[in-house]
């Protein structure tokens, strides 16, 4: 994956803009960004191979190649594509001030997020190429382009493709295993018990609970904890200079021996080995 950052003191004021794109190729797509957030951001992910499932807020959803998946800011998401098969194209948007929709969102937190773009996935795919490109080959005013290009994006979108959106189904009956997946979503970096933490929150049988977790998100709620803390150290790695012991014991984990073993066997590499390879394509960007 590369990733192309405008520099901040050419980012416009007051309007929704680009802060930074990237591209997943095949070969990179074995080196998952794990389950995390945004506070500020929007990303749109177009996907222009492959397929598998994306999980994003709530729920999983099947992706393939022509999708556009929406990650409002705030909202978790999690990618487990295929075969290393997928590529795609990812921008990140800030400023976004919708009528009726929170701030830095682009739908509404119950709609739909993965949109099947149809005969508007080529001049889609174009205008995320052009625009990546430009990034890429940094030509005069390429931060004045890439914003204008942003603006032709948004408003195909919400032309012809977001005001068909539907909304996201909710069982009632899986409220009580959705609240306590929330609130360890809040303390995910806490040291707590699962099993006292179901007893504690809700009268649901332990066996109930354990089977719709995994039926609901894919993964045990340990496994859930542990996706939740590596793609939070994933972006500590990125963005800050903390140490790998500080990273590891700020998400949760009382070892950072351990946290390497469980970080290497999700990611495919080591913390370091991470890091040196996102923070300079970062660097090159």
Not at 9 to 14: A, G, Q, S
Not at 18 to 29: A, C, E
Not at 209 to 219: D, N, S, T, V, W
Not at 231 to 247: F, H, N, P, R, Y
């Amino acid at each position: 994956m590369k990733q192309l950052f405008i520099p901040e003191d050419k980012l416009p004021k007051n309007q929704p803009h680009i802060v930074y794109m990237s591209k997943v190729d095949v070969q990179d797509s074995g080196y998952p960004r794990t389950m995390h957030s945004h506070a500020d951001i929007v990303e749109l992910i177009l996907l222009t191979s492959g397929k598998g499932n994306v999980f994003i807020g709530e729920q999983y959803f099947p992706a393939m190649k022509g999708d556009l998946l929406v990650y409002n800011s705030q909202v978790l998401h999690d990618e487990l594509f295929k075969n290393d098969s997928v590529s795609l194209y990812c921008i990140g948007i800030a400023g976004l001030k919708e009528k009726h929709i929170r701030a830095n969102a682009l739908i509404t937190d119950d709609e739909q997020p993965v949109i099947t773009t149809h005969k508007y996935y080529e001049p889609l795919f174009n205008l995320f190429k052009a625009c990546y490109e430009l990034l890429e080959d940094r030509c005069v005013n390429f931060e004045k382009i890439v914003q204008h290009i942003l603006s032709a994006i948004l408003l195909l979108l919400k032309s012809n493709l977001l005001n068909s959106q539907r909304k996201v189904a909710v069982e009632q009956k899986v409220d009580l295993v959705q609240e306590i997946k929330r609130y360890m979503d809040q303390h995910f970096t806490a040291d707590f018990k699962i099993k006292n933490l179901q007893r504690s929150s809700s009268p649901i049988s332990e066996f109930y609970f354990a089977h719709k977790f995994k039926e609901l998100y894919g993964y045990t709620p340990i496994e859930y904890i542990r996706r939740r803390r590596i793609g939070e150290a994933q972006t500590l790695l990125i963005t800050t200079d903390k140490s790998v012991t500080e990273i590891a014991f700020s998400v949760g984990f009382n070892s950072s021996s351990y946290f390497c073993t469980t970080f290497k066997k999700i990611v495919d590499l080591t913390p370091k080995q991470y890091r040196i390879i996102y923070t300079e394509r970062k660097q090159d960007s």
